[in-house]
């Protein structure tokens, strides 16, 4: 194919969503899908409800009167609160608020008798960030757009971040681009107080510290380097830089006798753990390098709760603040810690696995104590295994089945492999019905992750981004060594995987599920939030980036040369994120090929996610998808 043909644009109309012939596009697929899938959908649909519907914890805040936690439930996004007694209370309700509103963000004041938390319509991006006073719920505030991350300064005003995705923020830099204001919600009236003239695509994270009075601002560019700024409620005009990372990614973790702890991901990019003496302005190494990733922290009773990656798990190591090893913290079966809090020397965490929905922790006096916990089907059995790539460099999977039932020859093979992001052991009640029909589900661990830390990360980047094709090519060949058909399954960033390897080794998978993917690389910098993105692909408007692009751009590289296997494409209208118009072209591209491809477009669904309903209807048509392809008996599992 020569290059001029592969610079063509024949479906740039398919990104006006607005177009007549957009929306007959997308009438026309949803037909398509329909008449394919038949009933096979609905049936299935109970049983993606018994599994998919368990409560599920999101995120969660400690305060005076207790543990807050946002919980994904069968019908609905809640807030609840574990009160001092141990008492289940019921705060919000998504239900109250609307219909098909979903809930992604809470936070609340020291006391908790503030709360705050973002809801969305549709799953969208830009929703509105509500505040209110517990127990009353009255509404002390709202406010509309890429909202998001507040903290509270006192009793009447907070600080907020807010994202410039095309418009340009006050200070005029051109987006995307972020701020933070400080926010009077009597009066209504705020103030721009951190990130005048920051750059374009530099992104501000306000992490609260183990300190009550102080607050870290977190500058980083895309997904390359950072800066730590620290603040204080009591003034939040003054900000002062503390650690810059320069060529690096840092975290802040806290402070400990006027000292703040940092983690930078220098040199071998595992992460180590660094001391800044406030008044001297002293660097010391407190933890060095670990052989694997150190991905989190904490301060917490003179101590330093650090979360490592082992082979995509995660575990807690805790030392003093010099460093010196004291112990450490591991939960069966391998899993997932994240939001690690602390309030009044107590940590609080929370741990999932393939086999748990979420537990939250809490570690007082050494002890450690679950506080909620919704667990699902204990014959899963989780193995891990290596796959050797392409260069030698070996590739982590787990490899999670059920035991005493039929195998049916089948493997869904899931990847990301982008943004530094770990694919760790997570709950996957919507795969449920197919692993009880004897499927078995393979998760990834590929470059361009952080499973390996930051160099794992940079080697599939940019111009190493073709590394992160080859080693999911890989994997999809040690699942077919072993006699299996291949399944390839990605979203997002892993959709973009899954469409480049269709593109090029489509020999290699059976079927493909490709969820709202990135696939035109020459045009994603101009839609939606893509600009951002250049930090981890590279620029189309550079000349050097654009030809590797244009080597892997899944739009541009179908080929009617080539037999491709059935494909499902699935998207969302209200996904204000990856544009829907990677997903339309690409299924025109593929479709004018003759390809056997579907399109499955949800017209109330977003990046972010959808009302649990939607999503399980969702997830429905795509195991329906699987099992329609492999004429799948739909009843369940059929013992051994």
């Known amino acids: 194919m020569s290059k001029v043909s592969l610079l063509q644009d024949p479906y740039l109309w398919l990104e006006n969503l607005k177009n007549e012939n957009t929306l007959k596009f997308v009438k026309k697929h949803a037909e398509k899908l329909k008449s394919f899938l038949g009933e096979i ?49 019921e705060i919000v309700d998504s239900r109250d608020i609307g219909e098909n509103v979903i809930i992604t963000y ?30 009353t719920l009255e509404v002390l505030d709202e406010i509309e757009g890429n909202v998001y991350n507040s903290v509270f300064v006192d009793e009447k005003s907070y600080l907020y971040v807010k994202s410039y995705r095309t418009e340009k923020p006050p200070d005029g830099v051109e987006p995307p681009t972020d701020r933070v204001f400080l926010r009077n919600f009597e009066s209504q009236e705020e103030i721009l107080v951190f990130g005048r003239n920051l750059p374009q695509n530099n992104l501000i994270t ?41 060529d690096c990614r840092v975290l802040p973790i806290g402070y400990y006798n006027e000292n703040i702890f940092v983690i930078c991901y220098d040199k071998g990019g595992k992460g180590r753990i660094l001391k800044i003496d406030l008044s001297s302005k002293e660097t010391i190494e407190v933890v060095g390098e670990d052989e694997y990733p150190l991905e989190n922290g904490i301060i917490a009773n003179n101590s330093i709760f650090a979360t490592y990656l082992v082979n995509a798990s995660h575990i807690i190591k805790v030392f003093d603040t010099n460093g010196k090893f004291l112990r450490e913290i591991k939960i069966s079966p391998q899993g997932s810690i994240t939001y690690l809090r602390v309030f009044n020397g107590s940590l609080f965490f929370r741990y999932e696995s393939f086999t748990v929905a979420s537990r939250i922790y809490m570690l007082k006096e050494d002890k450690l104590k679950v506080l909620a916990e919704y667990c699902a089907d204990n014959d899963i059995v989780i193995k891990e295994d290596w796959v050797e790539s392409f260069d030698g460099t070996p590739i982590h999977v787990f490899v999670v089945e059920k035991q005493g039932v039929i195998k049916n020859n089948l493997a869904v093979v899931y990847g990301y492999g982008g943004f530094g992001v770990s694919v760790t052991p997570r709950y996957i009640g919507y795969v449920y019905p197919f692993i009880e029909d004897g499927g078995i589900f393979i998760v990834s661990n590929l470059r361009g992750g952080g499973e390996y830390g930051e160099e794992w990360h940079k080697a599939g980047m940019k111009e190493n981004k073709w590394k992160v ?3 999911f090519k890989a994997v999809l060949k040690y699942a077919k060594g072993k006699g299996f058909k291949t399944i390839a399954w990605g979203a997002s960033n892993g959709g973009l995987l899954v469409a ?141």
């Open 469 to 471: 094709f080859e080693d």
């Open 206 to 246: 306000l992490i609260e510290s183990n300190v009550q009075d102080k607050v870290f601002a977190l500058v980083e560019h895309g997904w390359l380097s950072g800066k730590v700024f620290t603040g204080s409620r009591s003034d939040p005009f003054k900000w002062e830089l503390v650690f810059d990372g320069k």
């Open 106 to 135: 809470l936070n609340a004041s020291q006391d908790g008798k503030l709360l705050s938390f973002f809801y969305s319509i549709g799953g969208s991006d830009r929703g509105f960030l509500r505040t209110v006073k517990v127990p």
């Open 41 to 89: 959908p609905s049936k299935l649909e109970p049983r993606i409800v018994e599994f998919f519907g368990k409560p599920y914890i999101l995120s969660i805040k400690p305060t005076s009167i207790g543990l807050y936690f946002l919980v994904r439930e069968k019908d609905s996004y809640g807030i609840k609160l574990i009160g001092d007694s141990e008492q289940l209370s």
């Open 500 to 640: 480049t390897v269709l593109t090029q080794s489509p020999e290699l998978l059976d079927a493909a599920l490709i969820g709202y993917p990135l696939t035109d690389m020459l045009r994603f910098h101009k839609l939606y939030l893509g600009m951002l993105w250049t930090t981890e692909y590279g620029n189309p408007d550079d000349p050097k980036d654009r030809e590797y692009l244009l080597n892997y751009s899944p739009y541009h590289n179908v080929s009617r040369a080539k037999r491709y296997p059935p494909v499902l494409i699935y998207t969302g209208l209200y996904d204000d994120r990856v544009h829907p118009g990677h997903a339309f072209k690409f299924a025109a591209k593929l479709e004018e090929v003759g390809a056997p491809v579907y399109l499955r477009i949800e017209t109330t669904s977003g990046h972010l996610g959808s009302s649990p309903e939607i999503k399980i209807r969702e997830y429905s048509d795509i195991l329906g998808f699987i099992y329609k392809v492999f004429a799948l008996n739909v009843d369940g599992e059929k013992k051994i």
